[in-house]
């Protein structure tokens, strides 16, 4: 081999090398999938897909949802938790998966604080409670006089043992001093459609499930269980407001393997709180009773730790009986 090609076989392996470190110093440089994990048409779902979108373009690679479903969204979760923490696999979580599955259920395949980065916090649904209007309240001292008037007569909906459905009603019971009956449903859709034919009669529920029935006159909305007023419905009262201390405030955020590099995690949380903030990721949230909010990733991952201290302190003084993952 000549001197002269000797050197354009190295020039050419040289730049050849270079192109292939800046490919993969790029992130991202090829399909981000997003792991939802619970089925399509529900809040975490559409807010993965209205984020998508921006995402892909801003970030110049697709951003592709994909929904794994099943066991209280420990499926999706775990198939994150096992991925390579290299930005190409995330997870769109919820409170319930990261703060409270861990007390709720034995054998966990991972842990909902520890296996995870915290990348950024996405919104607050609104969390309502609702009665049918069969009952005779309109308020939440109204109602609860008349559950101490007629102990076990209320049955309240819940899409499962441990939902957030659930903890909310169970809580509610035990703080305002009444006896009331759990109705427990295979998911949400049931417990609200129980809820508006009468079968039960409260339900605590994302204003995406219940808001509708209420501007239909089908369901009486009490209040919600927001530490504060929300801003989306300001004349409605919260339950702590007559039960002090009540309070279920429920986030969904996007996580990642554990190990994820700090810079990697700092680029998604700023383009993601980017997207949070267009006008119509904002507005399409809003009319759906989702407040979003930004937050770093260590700002998320003080509210990740402590909901899971809180919550599971809670599922305990409650006795709610755990069951395999």
């Keep these: 081999m000549s001197q002269i090609t000797r050197r354009t076989a190295l020039a050419t392996t040289l730049a050849f090398a270079a192109t292939a470190t800046q490919a993969q110093d790029r992130y991202p440089s090829r399909t981000v999938t997003i792991t939802v994990p619970w089925a399509a048409g529900g809040t975490t779902d559409i ?32 198939a994150v938790a096992r991925a390579r923490p290299d930005g190409y696999a995330l997870l769109f979580g919820s409170m319930s998966t990261h703060a409270m599955n861990d007390a709720l259920f034995n ?13 950024a916090l996405l919104a607050f649904v609104l969390n309502t409670m609702v009665i049918h209007p069969s009952v005779p309240a309109n308020t939440v001292p109204e109602f609860i006089a008349y559950c ?26 035990r703080m305002a001093g009444v006896e009331m009956v759990h109705v427990p449903y295979r998911g949400g859709a049931p417990a609200v459609q129980d809820t ?39 004349e409605v009262p919260t339950v702590a407001e007559t039960v002090p201390g009540y309070e279920m405030a429920v986030w ?20 993601i709180n980017k997207a ?3 006008p119509e990721v904002k507005d399409r949230m809003a009319a759906i009773g989702v407040e979003v909010v930004n937050q770093s990733p260590a700002e998320f991952g003080t509210t990740l730790s402590a909901d899971a201290e809180k919550w599971g302190r809670v599922i305990r003084e409650l006795g709610i009986g755990m069951t395999d993952a």
């Design 47 to 78: 807010l993965a897909r209205v984020l998508a979108e921006p995402l892909r373009r801003a970030m110049g690679q697709p951003f592709v949802v994909e929904n794994r479903s099943g066991a209280s969204g420990n499926i999706g979760s775990n």
């Design 107 to 119: 054998n966990m395949p991972f842990h909902g604080v520890n296996d995870f980065t915290p990348v």
């Design 148 to 173: 101490k008037a007629n102990p076990g007569k209320i049955a309240y909906a819940s899409a499962g043992l441990g939902s957030t459905n659930h903890l909310c009603a169970a809580m509610f019971a």
């Design 196 to 234: 508006v034919a009468g079968q039960t009669q409260l339900f605590f529920s994302a204003g995406t499930q219940t808001l509708s029935h209420v501007r239909d006159g089908r369901l009486k909305l009490l209040a919600v269980t927001e530490g504060r007023r929300s801003t989306l419905l300001p």
């Design 252 to 271: 969904y955020g996007v996580l990642g393997p554990k190990g994820m590099p700090q810079d990697l995690v700092a680029t998604l949380n700023a383009e």
């Design 276 to 278: 949070l903030l267009l």
